[in-house]
């Protein structure tokens, strides 16, 4: 518990088959300057505020990716409704440029946009990359049957349909046809594993579980590569720390994360289709000048997207929302 954080009991309501939230936020938030609420159209607290019905002279932010990105009705009334509330706030707080695109788009002033370019801190996984010995390297290699100018995949994360695993597994299928001593990692697990049991005979496939700490960094430090064609958010990052060029596709449920991967620059992104997957894995397998360019920029790009640069655009963008008028 923070020393300067007031702690509240949340209610939930199901409601036609809907989980509703209410947070008690009205009391301890009396005397405020300014409150920031999750752009989530299920937080029933919110709507007092947006409504006009809270403190006269408390500002109201938004923090939030301006829609569901991963949304399957994107013009159903849940998003409908989500754009409607959009700009009944003071100030906004997105998560990335895409979420300030969404945001403009609907009429909201440009210079009321706080960009924080959402990260976590990836200190310590940067560390346990820098622990990890060539030793360590090399047997874990040997042990997949990688050898010493074998390119090695890595994907990591959970497990559903949105990661598209049998896009991926396809495509690996072709690259391995191609190049017989590539390999894939695959550590993670979730509702989709059994695509990866059907193909566990594959010889250039190693689904190695959840790994997590020192183990998750060696595996990272072994590869060459981060593969993964479905949906991308926040373990970009990892990518970056890691310096491992990501392939995805263009038209995946992406998070608003995807606004930090810039094709050919920090990251590839190529057709949602395994041929084009694949091709474009054996144009870089066999590139390695792109290769270590794009693992330079993308160690480039993980110093952009820190925590402490986070906290920081957060900090600046209240102070700017406390001293500008109300909307």
């Given at each position: 518990m923070l020393p300067w954080a007031i702690s509240l009991r949340n209610r939930s309501l199901r409601i036609s088959g809907r989980d509703w939230l209410w947070q008690p936020l009205q009391v301890s938030t009396r005397d405020t300057d300014l409150v920031v609420l999750m752009q989530e159209s299920r937080l029933l607290?919110?709507?007092?505020w947006l409504l006009g019905w809270g403190p006269r002279h408390t500002r109201v932010a938004?923090?939030?990716?301006?829609?569901?990105?991963?949304?399957?009705?994107?013009?159903?009334?849940?998003?409908?409704?989500?754009?409607?509330?959009?700009?009944?706030?003071?100030?906004?707080?997105?998560?990335?440029?895409?979420?300030?695109?969404?945001v403009e788009a609907a009429a909201y002033?440009?210079?009321?946009?706080?960009?924080?370019?959402?990260?976590?801190d990836n200190s310590r996984f940067a560390a346990e990359l820098a622990a990890i010995s060539a030793a360590q390297v090399a047997a874990l290699r040997q042990s997949i049957g990688a050898g010493a100018g074998s390119v090695v995949g890595v994907y990591c994360g959970s497990l559903y349909?949105?990661?598209?695993?049998?896009?991926?597994?396809e495509a690996c299928a072709v690259v391995a046809a191609q190049r017989p001593d590539f390999r894939l990692v695959v550590m993670g697990d979730g509702p989709s594993r059994d695509v990866l049991r059907r193909a566990a005979n594959s010889p250039w496939l190693h689904w190695v579980g959840v790994r997590r700490g020192?183990?998750?960094?060696?595996?990272?430090?072994?590869?060459?590569?981060?593969?993964?064609?479905?949906?991308v958010g926040l373990h970009v990052l990892d990518s970056f720390v890691a310096g491992l060029p990501l392939i995805t596709t263009d038209d995946a449920l992406h998070g608003p994360e995807i606004a930090y991967l810039l094709h050919d620059e920090n990251s590839l992104i190529c057709?949602?289709?395994?041929a084009a997957y694949a091709q474009t894995v054996l144009a870089l397998m066999g590139d390695l000048a792109r290769r270590d360019r794009i693992s330079a920029a993308a160690r480039a790009a993980a110093e952009q997207y820190t925590l402490a640069s986070m906290v920081e655009r957060f900090t600046q963008g209240m102070l700017a929302c406390l001293q500008a008028p109300r909307l």
């Open positions: 607290s919110n709507y007092p938004y923090w939030g990716h301006g829609r569901n990105f991963q949304s399957a009705a994107p013009a159903g009334w849940r998003e409908r409704w989500k754009r409607l509330m959009l700009g009944r706030v003071d100030w906004w707080f997105a998560y990335t440029e895409a979420t300030r695109a969404i002033p440009r210079q009321r946009i706080t960009v924080l370019n959402n990260a976590i349909p949105d990661k598209r695993l049998p896009l991926l597994l020192p183990e998750k960094a060696a595996w990272f430090r072994a590869a060459q590569l981060y593969l993964s064609p479905g949906a057709p949602g289709n395994s």
